[in-house]
């Protein structure tokens, strides 16, 4: 395009000076010079614009296309992300395309379901007390606390390995940096396992960050989850493809992870951490909280289904996750492998690997005080950060302990999970060696559980957890599902505003928290969600009452037959 046709310089009567730069021009050697400069300056342009819009997607935050995912969920499940086609249209289509969890979730008044007793344990015998069982368990899994290997990491926190065949994780370091001159961190991504402790760290990180104003990567259209069971995408946070948020700082409701996805949303220094739970106690959690899905449905018992799973247990029907290797799954693994499988070591290996290298720090559940003194350690958080009430804990009645041999069919079932929670609980404790020490640990511990006795008693009216028909204020009632029976908690009636409000946010629970900081967050979305929710409820009433009735005279024909 620069070139100017021989002819045409030719031609021209020029002076002495143009007369030279026609002749560089003409000349064949000093072209070539020309278009490599051409090349290096349009490589140059575009690096830059590959640049600009990375930096873009992290900050600015670009708009996505919703049709490419549509065509890749099931039938079933596609209704579910109806409402994700246009985040401002605000296709509020409530409840009724929700997922079962999801749906069930956004009835906040619903009876509470009683259990039959013989319906969770086939038999009463066998069930005892489950934290002892499980925390002796993990007990087990721990280093030789007089080994010394750990010593060697002061400084400097690794990740070690466990695993066969692989070298230990060292990509994903923590630095012991002295908490007084550390940074404190607020790019966070807490992926929220289920049935884990997951919605008290949930309750923590909410509390932290409302206090300080940071933003959170909420899910779009006002709902619980970031479109879980499917792999997240960044369009499924509100604010992303309007770019009505410039900056995320925490991102921590249920999602099925997906590392290159959720860093487009995230800045790039954020801290990536969750929690594992023993999955034997996790399933007996599940099987009471999921007791609806069709996987245990039927089943009389969580022993009967791990006897019969090729008869319970279809893993193409909805929500069937959840019946199986759940952390697994959560973790954006595939889930459907038993002990046994030529393929499991393979798999192991693989989901490990991949949690190090994405992850900052695992926590474990059964030592959840000590999880959080670690947490507060990694992100330079004081100890009143770390402060919390037990969550989405299920009253004594519905809460059980399986017998060993029940116990060890969970872990041949769940074998991904329970190989993945072994190598986590190994490497907790190398970290606490590598970060803070066992000593250490053990007076932080004292301190944090002093401290939370003293909010208890300034907070709580009855010192505890109440079964949810007692709980006062309807408004933090938790949300009830399946055969579980989730106990809230009362506050003390003559507290100053101050402290009520501090007390009330440590006892609200997960769905009225996220709906309280989307509100904060996109106030006019929020008002506009409510005012179509309004507008539906006769609707979904008179839906409601018909399914009933048809439910009921179906029944009767039924028992007439
Ligand atoms: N602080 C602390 N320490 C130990 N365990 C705790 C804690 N907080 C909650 N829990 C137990 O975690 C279970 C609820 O987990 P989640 O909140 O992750 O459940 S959910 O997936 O969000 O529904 C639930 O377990 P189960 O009671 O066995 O069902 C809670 O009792």
């Not at 038999?123 to 368990?137: A, C, I, K, V």
Request: proline share 4%; glycine share 4%.
């Amino acid at each position: 395009m620069l070139f100017l046709p021989r002819r045409w310089t030719r031609d021209q009567p020029l002076s002495s000076a143009t007369s030279s730069v026609r002749k560089w021009l003409t000349s064949r050697r000093h072209s070539l010079w020309i278009l490599l400069i051409l090349l290096v300056v349009s490589v140059a342009i575009q690096t830059f614009v590959v640049r600009q819009t990375r930096n873009d997607r992290l900050t600015g935050l670009p708009r996505l296309r919703f049709s490419v995912f549509k065509q890749k969920l099931l039938p079933t499940q596609q209704s579910a992300l109806v409402v994700l086609k246009s985040e401002s249209s605000l296709a509020v289509q409530q409840d009724t395309t929700y997922t079962e969890r999801t749906a069930g979730r956004n009835h906040q008044n619903e009876e509470y379901e009683k259990p039959s007793d013989d319906s969770l344990s086939g038999g009463r015998n066998e069930f005892n007390h489950g934290d002892t069982r499980s925390r002796e368990e993990a007990r087990k899994v721990l280093p030789n606390p007089e080994n010394k290997a750990s010593a060697a990491l002061q400084g400097s926190l690794v990740l070690r390995s466990t695993r066969t065949g692989l070298s230990p994780g060292t990509d994903r370091k923590l630095v012991n940096i002295p908490l007084a001159t550390c940074q404190p961190k607020s790019h966070i991504v807490f992926l929220k396992t289920h049935k884990t402790a997951s919605s008290t760290i949930l309750n923590i990180l909410y509390r932290y960050g409302e206090s300080r104003n940071l933003t959170f990567a909420l899910p779009l259209n006002k709902h619980s989850q970031l479109f879980y069971p499917y792999h997240f995408a960044p369009y499924f946070v509100e604010g992303y493809s309007s770019r009505s948020v410039r900056e995320f700082h925490i991102m921590c409701n249920h999602m099925r992870f997906n590392k290159a996805e959720v860093a487009k949303v995230m800045p790039e220094d954020t801290f990536y951490f969750s929690i594992l739970r023993h999955p034997v106690d996790m399933m007996e959690s599940i099987f009471i909280y999921f007791k609806s899905i069709a996987a245990f449905h039927q089943a009389p018992s969580l022993n009967e289904f791990l006897d019969n799973s090729e008869k319970y247990y279809n893993s193409s029907a909805v929500n069937s996750h959840y019946a199986h290797n759940v952390l697994a799954f959560d973790f954006g693994f595939e889930n459907n492998i038993v002990a046994g499988n030529a393929d499991i070591e393979k798999r192991v290996n693989k989901a490990i690997a991949a949690i190090e290298k994405n992850f900052h720090l695992i926590l474990i559940s059964e030592y959840f005080d000590e999880s959080m003194i670690l947490l507060k350690h990694a992100l330079c958080w004081s100890l009143s950060d770390v402060v919390s009430f037990r969550l989405n804990s299920r009253s004594e009645r519905t809460r059980h302990t399986l017998s060993a041999n029940t116990a060890e069919k969970i872990k041949r079932w769940n074998a991904l999970d329970w190989r993945i929670y072994l190598h986590f609980n190994t490497t907790f404790w190398q970290n606490v060696d590598a970060l803070i020490g066992q000593e250490k640990m053990k007076t932080e511990v004292s301190e944090l559980r002093k401290l939370q006795a003293r909010m208890a008693n300034t907070c709580l009216k009855d010192g505890g957890a109440v079964h949810p028909s007692q709980v006062k204020d309807t408004r933090l009632k938790p949300f009830q599902y399946g055969a579980a029976v989730i106990q809230g908690y009362n506050l003390k009636t003559d507290l100053d505003p101050q402290t009520k409000t501090k007390c009330q946010r440590l006892i609200t629970p997960e769905l009225q928290y996220t709906d309280l900081l989307y509100t904060k967050q996109f106030p006019l979305l929020a008002a506009k969600h409510s005012q179509a929710k309004k507008k539906a409820a006769p609707q979904r009433q008179r839906l409601e009452t018909s399914a009933k009735t048809e439910k009921r005279t179906n029944r009767l024909s039924n028992s007439k037959h």
